[in-house]
Nanobody, 123 residues
Framework: QVQLVESGGGLVQAGDSLRLSCAASGRTFSWYGMGWFRQAPGKQRELVTTINSGGSTNYVDSVKGRFTISRDNAKNTVTLQMNSLKPEDTAVYYC?????????????????WGQGTQVTVSS
């Protein structure tokens, strides 16, 4: 059983930065793609960014140039650096592991999820 534990959320002001981390259990972390998703109040969960096993990344248009995903396979962690935060970035952020090496855009391709961490950006 794979466990994903997110950390680093909090309350910040618009324009600030936050760094989210996701720690994964298991010895095969490097084999799998990873993703960050978010769910704002009253909205469906949406993709934020993905990284495949080779380090290639995808970003939703609304975060391009502001957010950066990275992975450290030696530490079994994936990190989301969020800069220039906006109130519309307020959401619960979830880390997820892909079913394979891909950094897919579709939520159904992810089979393990963390519990989420709250990010609140005030204006």
């Amino acid at each position: 059983q794979v466990q994903l534990v997110e950390s680093g959320g909090g309350l910040v002001q618009a324009g600030d930065s936050l760094r989210l981390s996701c720690a994964a259990s298991g010895r095969t972390f490097s084999w799998y793609g990873m993703g960050w998703f978010r769910q704002a109040p009253g909205k469906q969960r949406e993709l934020v960014t993905t990284i495949n096993s080779g380090g290639s990344t995808n970003y939703v248009d609304s975060v391009k140039g502001r957010f950066t995903i990275s992975r450290d396979n030696a530490k079994n962690t994936v990190t989301l650096q969020m800069n220039s935060l906006k109130p519309e970035d307020t959401a619960v952020y979830y880390c997820a592991r892909s079913r394979d090496a891909g950094g897919w855009l579709d939520e159904w391709r992810y089979d393990y999820w963390g519990q989420g961490t709250q990010v609140t950006v005030s204006s």
